[in-house]
């Protein structure tokens, strides 16, 4: 079960628009390590943990990505809410903005759209995890 705080844990707010800068961050909400990825793949790693301790730690950790995602997607779109034709063109987000608008969309910053097959979830416990720390850039 999860419990939903209707505020963000870090407050995101931004004043200014900036098109280019969204198209860069839009890969960390939806990109093939991303948030949305990320969430997904602690979540449904979780089934195959055969350490209970250890599958509510996946589970807090895919919950807190998904706290990520939510900020992310926060400042996805004030980055580009109430952008000029002129900004939308200049910053070469027209193909986004014809099919998104200033919704959020899960794509890669060159804007290949999310799939899961950007993600791995084996049943292989080390396999999995060795995945979720190359994905976090945790391996060097």
Not at 30 to 43: F, H, I
Not at 108 to 120: D, E, I, R, V, Y
Request: charged letters at 20%; a negative charge; proline letters at 4%.
């Amino acid at each position: 079960m999860f419990v939903y705080e209707k505020k963000l844990q870090y407050p995101v707010k931004v004043k200014n628009t900036n098109p280019k800068l969204a198209a860069a961050i839009i890969s960390q909400y939806g990109g093939p390590d991303g948030e949305l990825g990320a969430s997904l793949r602690y979540l449904s790693q979780r089934y195959s943990m055969p350490y209970a301790e250890l599958k509510g730690l996946l589970t807090d950790i895919g919950t807190e990505e998904l706290g990520h995602l939510e900020m992310v997607g926060t400042l996805v779109h004030q980055l580009t809410r109430n952008l000029s034709e002129e900004q939308i063109k200049a910053a070469g987000f027209d193909a986004y903005f014809v099919d998104h608008t200033t919704g959020v969309f899960p794509q890669f910053a060159s804007g290949f759209p999310w799939s899961a097959a950007t993600m791995q979830v084996t049943g292989d416990v080390i396999g999995d995890l060795t995945e979720d720390l190359a994905a976090d850039g945790a391996m060097a």
